[in-house]
């Protein structure tokens, strides 16, 4: 029996699809495991000096940033994770005199990473310890993960097409971690704003910073119930949504509420890799009128999917809203009724007793 090659990429689809609906729709809560580590980016401490970029591509072997430490020009625009940088730091200005804040993004390191939960060969996994780890062996470049990952923190190496990778920070775990040191970005932080420890403990050192500076903090640590928790935990002055992180998230884990966005994931991912591939390959000639028509052709994909990943999770926002009204209703239902039970047993407990007084009489 023979099939088309448009019957085996529709089939294909078709299964890819299946099965991470499948996988999100069995997906049971995961508390987490006991004395994992994580890590802590208070941002009223960072000054964007950006030495944990450097720190972070030294134990990688990757080339040092283009600008040097205390450089400003990478500022100048909002910059994702790329292939040559596992993680960034963002600055963020600030209305009137108030001073700039500065973010480090780079992977989230999800308590129940939707990476590893859509991911059909199981490239990802997430340690005892704390961090997420990619197996490059197992990855077939379908980016299925890049296009669920809600924080953006996950990027392609396109140099290679024989050996696609998908790249991000690790929590330099085996470089260091399993060698009993912290991690190169915690090492390197001349401020302290980025702190390394049990994920416990993180937790109430930054309740503990937000009880005793209380005008300094938002009361909020980013990261600790957002959708099921992350290792990575953020402290801030401002609105997180001003750092570009996402605002009033479920705490429902994201493989639980995302059913229906991750069940197109397969398909949007198999439609890019053959697009980009050309893109990157065209973006090598020296036409300046091509790299930028293909560039803003790249930016414009990239704003759809963006697009499409925020329509989604307002949705899921809504429906956990919907469900926290639901679950009030039922409670105050369910204590209106106790209540009025407790009444009409009093009331008849009154009646009986009125009538063994009237027999005593």
């Not at 072997?61 to 993680?87: I, M, N, W």
Request: overall charge neutral; aromatic content about 8%; charged content about 30%.
């Amino acid at each position: 029996m023979s099939i088309s090659r448009r019957g085996f990429i529709k089939g294909a689809l078709a299964g890819t699809v299946a099965a991470g609906t499948a996988r999100a729709g069995a997906h049971k809560r995961f508390e987490g495991y006991d004395d994992r580590v994580g890590m802590l980016h208070d941002t009223t401490l960072c000054v964007g000096c950006r030495s944990c970029e450097f720190a972070c591509n030294r134990v990688h072997d990757l080339q040092p940033p283009a600008d040097p430490v205390g450089s400003t020009r990478p500022f100048e625009q909002k910059r994702r994770t790329t292939q040559d940088l596992y993680t960034v730091v963002n600055r963020y200005e600030q209305p009137g005199d108030k001073p700039a804040v500065f973010r480090k993004h780079q992977c989230m390191h999800c308590n129940e990473p939707c990476c590893a939960s859509v991911c059909f060969v199981k490239a990802f996994d997430k340690t005892p310890e704390g961090p997420v780890l990619y197996h490059p062996e197992l990855c077939v470049g379908c980016r299925y993960c890049v296009f669920a990952c809600p924080y953006n923190a996950l990027a392609y190496e396109y140099e290679d097409p024989a050996t696609p990778r998908v790249v991000r920070c690790d929590m330099c775990y085996e470089q260091r971690i399993k060698q009993e040191q912290i991690p190169a970005c915690a090492e390197a932080c001349p401020t302290g704003a980025i702190v390394f420890g049990k994920r416990a403990d993180l937790i109430k050192l930054a309740h503990d910073r937000m009880r005793k500076y209380p005008g300094r903090y938002l009361h909020h640590v980013f990261g600790e119930n957002e959708y099921g928790g992350t290792s990575w935990l953020t402290l801030a002055g401002v609105k997180f949504g001003e750092l570009d992180l996402p605002e009033n998230l479920p705490y429902e884990p994201l493989p639980n509420t995302t059913t229906s966005f991750l069940s197109l994931a397969p398909l949007v991912a198999a439609m890019f890799p053959g697009l980009l591939a050309g893109v990157y390959a065209f973006s090598k000639r020296k036409d300046k009128d091509s790299e930028k028509a293909l560039e803003a052709g790249i930016a414009q994909a990239r704003e759809e999917v963006d697009a499409q990943r925020t329509r989604q999770i307002d949705e899921i926002k809504a429906k956990a809203e919907k469900d926290k009204e639901r679950a009030v209703e039922r409670a105050v239902n369910k204590a209106l009724k106790e209540a009025e039970e407790a009444r009409a047993a009093a009331e008849s407990g009154e009646k009986k007793d009125g009538e063994k007084k009237e027999d005593a009489s």
